[in-house]
């Protein structure tokens, strides 16, 4: 088995053993869908109807809508920055709008075993889990904490 099938191995088993997955549009998110794994996932520039997750399983879209979606992502187009992605408020994303607590208390209430945030540096998740909400849920969570970074 080369590293990169050994990698998305532990990948799903990890997305499949989760009670809940949170995360940009992104492969990640695709494989904890497919693994029946609720989720909520962040778009931005991407085509939701044809990104979404595609499970049975209970999920939800949370993003911007903008008159310039979709579009190819690689540069924005219409704005200085993506405000696609920019414009999506915290609080749409986690109930409490403090992240690294609405995290803990997620963990606490789906009696989970281990928390996985997965990131990626283009998005707004990754600026909402700066080093020091990351630091927080790695002294705070009640489980173990593993970070995803592309």
């Known amino acids: 088995m080369s590293a990169v ?3 998305l191995a532990e990948v799903t088993a990890l997305t499949a053993r989760a ?3 949170i995360g940009n549009d992104s492969g990640i998110a695709h494989i904890a869908a497919a693994t029946g794994t ?3 996932v962040i778009f931005g520039s991407s085509n939701v109807t044809h990104w979404r997750p595609w499970t049975a399983g209970p999920s939800e ?3 911007e809508e903008l008159a310039c979606q979709p579009c190819h992502g690689y540069f924005c187009a219409e704005f200085d920055q993506p405000q696609c992605i920019l414009r999506v408020p915290v609080e749409r994303v ?3 709008g403090e992240p690294a607590e609405e995290i803990r208390l997620e963990a606490e209430a789906f009696n989970a075993d281990l928390v996985a ?3 990626s540096r283009r998005n707004r998740l990754a600026a909402m889990l700066r080093p020091g909400v990351v630091d927080r849920v790695i002294q705070e969570a009640p489980v173990p904490t593993l970070i ?3």
């Open 61 to 63: 879209v949370v993003r």
């Open 38 to 40: 609720p989720c909520v």
């Open 148 to 150: 995803l970074r592309d």
């Open 117 to 119: 945030l997965a990131t």
């Open 5 to 7: 099938q050994q990698v």
């Open 94 to 96: 986690v109930r409490f």
């Open 19 to 21: 009670r809940l997955f």
